[in-house]
């Protein structure tokens, strides 16, 4: 048995005896909800890196001399205060997507700085 919740038995695939179906296919249908969030913050990234360059990452610097780490803080800084101030509407729901994009950014930017990759 595995650590996970699945593990492979004679090539059949079943849940953990901790899990009842009904369980097993909440944690199905959530996973498959995070594949396609992921799958459209991918697509996001990929279209503000067009629009923008990779400016997030490697800013031009004319105004500000920061890195590209505390850059990002600010841009996260200022999503926080936004949903502070307006609350999660429909009005500001892109912002948790930007917010999530930002944030992993700053991974990249904070791995980049440790020399990670």
């Not at 090539?11 to 901790?18: F, Q, V």
């Not at 996260?76 to 999660?88: F, H, P, V, Y």
């Given at each position: 048995m595995s650590d996970g919740i699945w593990f492979q038995d004679d090539?059949?695939?079943?849940?953990?005896?901790?899990y009842s179906k009904?369980?097993?296919?909440?944690?199905?249908?959530?996973?498959?909800?995070?594949?396609?969030?992921?799958?459209?913050?991918q697509d996001l990234l990929e279209e503000k890196n067009k629009a923008y360059g990779d400016s997030a990452l490697n800013p031009?610097?004319?105004?500000?001399?920061?890195?590209?780490?505390e850059a990002l803080r600010v841009r996260?800084?200022?999503?926080?205060?936004?949903?502070?101030?307006?609350?999660?509407t429909p009005d500001t729901?892109?912002?948790l997507m930007d917010l999530i994009g930002y944030l992993v950014l700053l991974k990249i930017a904070v791995n980049r700085e440790k020399g990670a990759y």
């Open positions: 090539d059949t695939t079943r849940t953990d005896s901790l009904k369980d097993t296919k909440i944690i199905l249908d959530t996973l498959s909800e995070v594949k396609y969030l992921l799958s459209e913050l031009i610097r004319l105004f500000s001399k920061v890195g590209a780490a996260i800084d200022d999503k926080l205060s936004r949903i502070k101030n307006k609350g999660i729901e892109d912002s």
